[in-house]
């Protein structure tokens, strides 16, 4: 079956410090990868989707400069927050689409608390 | 604005009772997934559904397309269900990029 895996998933950083992140797509070859996070008492929101052939896409509020992500092959992919603060604090999780279909798997997530 | 509405906020039911979930949207559609967010945050898929009716168990997720809404009907509720439920959609032409509601938290009541 399609699974994803996140790592890690719990991590504590200081403020102004960073922190990478990684996301595995295990049974499939994800056509697309798509980083969300959710904020304490927000939902989800979209910080970059990365498919197949084209270039990385930013959401609004969300920059490469702050959210660096490396997607070597459809299997992979990894997020750095940089320079972490408060207002970074929150689940991120992965979500990757396979080939052929529009339902998104996701992972378990990386949960980030910023001291 | 908010492309999904999803309601109600929350919800108390008596163990036994059923449940309504609806999410309206506000755009044309290429797909419907619904959720259940764990306490520890992670989500498991319920149903994939960019239109018609899918059964899972007790589970039953209806999306309409021209009424832009879906619904997620739980019949005879458990405590175990209680929790979060998420639902998300994918907006015509977006290409894989999902845009989720605020959720309905649900407490279930023995």
């Known amino acids: 079956g399609a699974l994803v895996y996140q790592y890690p998933r719990r991590t504590i950083c200081k403020s102004g410090t960073s922190m990478r992140m990684e996301c595995q797509a295990v049974?499939?070859?994800?056509?697309?990868v798509a980083w969300y996070r959710q904020s304490p008492q927000k939902t989800f929101e979209l910080i970059a989707l990365?498919?197949?052939?084209?270039?990385?896409?930013?959401e609004q509020n969300f920059t490469q400069e702050k959210f660096p992500i490396s997607h070597p092959n459809l299997s992979f992919s990894s997020m750095t927050v940089l320079n972490a603060y408060l207002e970074d604090r929150g689940l991120y999780l992965c979500?990757?689409?396979?080939?052929?279909?529009?339902?998104?798997?996701f992972g378990p997530g990386t949960r980030l608390t910023v001291l | 604005g908010q492309q999904v509405q999803q309601s109600p906020a929350s919800l108390v039911l008596q163990e036994g009772e059923n449940a309504e979930l609806q999410c309206n949207f506000s755009?044309?559609?290429?797909?419907m997934q619904w959720f259940y967010q764990r306490p520890g945050g992670s989500l498991v898929s319920l149903f994939y559904?960019?239109?018609g009716t899918k059964q899972s168990g007790r589970l039953t997720s209806t999306t309409v397309i021209k009424e832009r809404r879906s619904s997620l009907h739980i019949s005879s509720s458990q405590t175990t269900d209680s929790g979060t439920y998420l639902c998300?959609?994918?907006?015509?032409?977006?290409?894989?990029?999902?845009?989720f509601g605020k959720g309905t938290k649900l407490s279930v009541k023995s």
């Open positions: 990365s498919t197949v052939n084209s270039a990385i896409k930013y």
């Open positions: 998300a959609m994918e907006p015509g032409g977006s290409n894989a990029k999902l845009t």
């Open positions: 755009t044309s559609l290429n797909s």
């Open positions: 979500g990757a689409r396979d080939w052929g279909g529009a339902e998104q798997f």
């Open positions: 559904n960019p239109s």
């Open positions: 049974g499939f070859q994800a056509t697309s």
